[in-house]
């Protein structure tokens, strides 16, 4: 059996999961990444994504997550998202609304003519529909 590290991802509604997790991967802005026990210190931000989760008990659970940020020591990682949900708990409503929340904050950049945060904004409405297939119950 790996060694085990303490995982919690929070959110800012509620604390989702915290517990031993033997792996965790995370879908930093520079691509998915993997954190096993002894990882070395690291800070990064995330993209819309999917944390994926398995317990030191051998469990798995799927997270969506959209941004927010992952702080990675040796013991410990912790990610804070601006917005999670269980996969097993995601429905179209709810896929809907984080589309709609992407689409408005591209507009309002984009009438403001503020091109970069127009542009990050689209990059984020464009992962959020490429994932929706991932995301969504069949």
Do not use: C, W
Request: glycine fraction near 8%.
């Amino acid at each position: 059996m790996a060694d085990g590290f303490t995982f919690e991802l929070v959110s800012p509604e509620k604390l989702l999961l915290s517990g031993e997790a033997e792996i965790v991967s995370v879908p930093a802005t520079e691509g998915d990444m993997g954190v096993l026990a002894n990882h070395s210190p690291v800070m990064t931000s995330l993209r819309p994504g999917m944390v994926e989760v398995t317990m030191v008990d051998g469990s798995q659970e799927t997270f969506f997550v959209r941004g927010g940020f992952a702080d990675v020591t040796p013991t410990q990682l912790t990610v804070l998202a601006e917005f999670a949900v269980a996969k097993k708990d995601m429905t179209r409503a709810i896929y809907d609304e984080q589309i709609a929340k992407a689409q408005e904050l591209y507009d309002a950049h984009h009438k403001a003519g503020d091109d970069e945060k127009a542009a990050n904004a689209q990059t984020i409405l464009h992962q959020l529909q490429t994932l929706e297939g991932a995301i969504l119950p069949a």
